[in-house]
């Protein structure tokens, strides 16, 4: 079992920019697919982005394509999110999630990864 704890959340305005940092400790973390999600108040849990174990390929949720950006460097057992552009509507609990070992295709699907973090969260003030 992997331990995902994220950082980094916090209250931003409208337009701004935030970073979000998932460190990673116990088994191998290299060569597994990670992947964000979030989920808002009275809403279920949804698919942010995803990256393969090499980071050549990336997905990402069509409400955050062009905003966010996601990657990782596996020498210090990161992965993160970069925000920009932030609206209201993104405003959520975001979890960091690693696929199993050797999983290395990014998903789009919760059940492709079985290790969470406990969340963070992120306020858009309009």
Excluded: H
Aim: proline fraction near 3%; hydrophobic fraction near 35%; charge should be positive.
């Amino acid at each position: 079992q992997v331990q995902l704890v994220e950082s980094g959340g916090g209250l931003v305005q409208v337009g701004g920019s935030l970073r979000l940092s998932c460190a990673a400790s116990g088994r191998t973390f290299s060569r597994n697919a990670m992947a964000w999600f979030r989920q808002a108040p009275g809403k279920e849990r949804e698919f942010v982005a995803a990256i393969s174990w090499s980071g050549g390929t990336r997905y990402y949720a069509d409400s955050v394509k062009g905003r966010f950006t996601i990657s990782r460097d596996n020498a210090k057992n990161m992965a993160y999110l970069q925000m920009n552009s932030l609206k209201p509507e993104d405003t959520a609990v975001y979890y960091c999630a690693a696929a199993p070992p050797y999983k290395t295709a990014a998903s789009r699907f919760e059940r492709d990864y079985d290790d969470w973090g406990q969340g963070t969260q992120v306020t858009v003030s309009s």
